[in-house]
């Protein structure tokens, strides 16, 4: 039993450092892409009810779609302001 518990590689104890960049904006891209297909699926639809979920989904992706571009732009505007707090410390 406790040899199935053993790990083959033990994790290390320091963080985990990425050796690419993380692209934050593909979830923005993502969403809206969402966005798009459920208001073609909702256009498409042909009963009711099917068009109600669809336009549901879209509202919901277009929220998310939102809230990640609020972030982007505050992500943003934190690293100008940390690149000027460190470029002039006075």
Same mark, same amino acid.
Do not use: Y
């Given at each position: 039993? &406790?040899?199935? +518990?053993? #790990?083959?590689?033990?994790?290390?104890?320091?963080?985990? !450092?990425? %050796?690419?960049?993380?692209? *934050?904006?593909?979830?923005? &891209?993502?969403? +809206?892409? #969402?966005?798009?297909?459920?208001?073609?699926?909702?256009? !498409?639809? %042909?009963?009711?009810?099917? *068009?109600?979920?669809?336009?549901?989904?879209?509202?919901?992706?277009?929220?998310?779609?939102?809230?990640?571009?609020?972030?982007?732009?505050?992500?943003?505007?934190?690293?100008?302001?940390?690149?000027?707090?460190?470029?002039?410390?006075?």
């Amino acid at each position: 039993m &406790t040899a199935l +518990l053993r #790990r083959k590689h033990p994790r290390p104890n320091r963080p985990i !450092a990425l %050796t690419v960049p993380v692209i *934050r904006n593909s979830n923005l &891209t993502f969403f +809206l892409a #969402r966005v798009d297909q459920a208001r073609a699926d909702g256009d !498409a639809a %042909t009963l009711d009810h099917v *068009r109600e979920r669809c336009r549901r989904s879209e509202a919901a992706w277009a929220a998310l779609a939102a809230k990640a571009e609020r972030s982007e732009q505050l992500r943003t505007e934190d690293q100008k302001r940390k690149a000027e707090a460190t470029a002039d410390p006075a």
